[in-house]
Nanobody, 125 residues
Framework: VQLQASGGGLAQAGGSLRLSCTASGTFRTISTMAWYRQAPGKERERVARIRSIGADEDYAASVKDRFTISRDSAKNTVYLQMNSLKPEDTAVYYC???????????????????WGQGTQVTVSS
């Protein structure tokens, strides 16, 4: 399963950017779609996550009420709308998906997870 992310770039503080990530390849289902980020010298952290069951969303405290994650299941695409950007949002953003590979029924042996290539987001003050 391959992920192609786009939408990163340069924004001013207070501005907005929208990231998108599309999954392609052969899979049975996608369960979780998420965005992570990694700033220089810091560990990778999860920014937002959305599950297929119930469309539950959760966010890191640092982005809650500013970022919104959404998904288009028909297009196997996840989005991250980032508003009120701050310089501390500067990082490489990675999309992540997990789910099941093709097969009959659900099996733990067919779990997969994939990471996108990362897209740079830079917020200037």
């Amino acid at each position: 399963v391959q992920l192609q992310a786009s939408g990163g770039g340069l924004a001013q503080a207070g501005g907005s950017l929208r990231l998108s990530c599309t999954a392609s390849g052969t899979f049975r289902t996608i369960s979780t779609m998420a965005w992570y980020r990694q700033a220089p010298g810091k560990e990778r952290e999860r920014v937002a996550r959305i599950r297929s069951i119930g469309a539950d969303e959760d966010y890191a405290a640092s982005v809650k009420d500013r970022f919104t994650i959404s998904r288009d299941s028909a297009k196997n695409t996840v989005y991250l709308q980032m508003n009120s950007l701050k310089p501390e949002d500067t990082a490489v953003y990675y999309c992540y998906v997990d789910g099941q590979l093709p097969g009959k029924g659900w099996s733990p042996g067919r779990n997969f997870n994939s990471w996108g290539q990362g897209t740079q987001v830079t917020v200037s003050s």
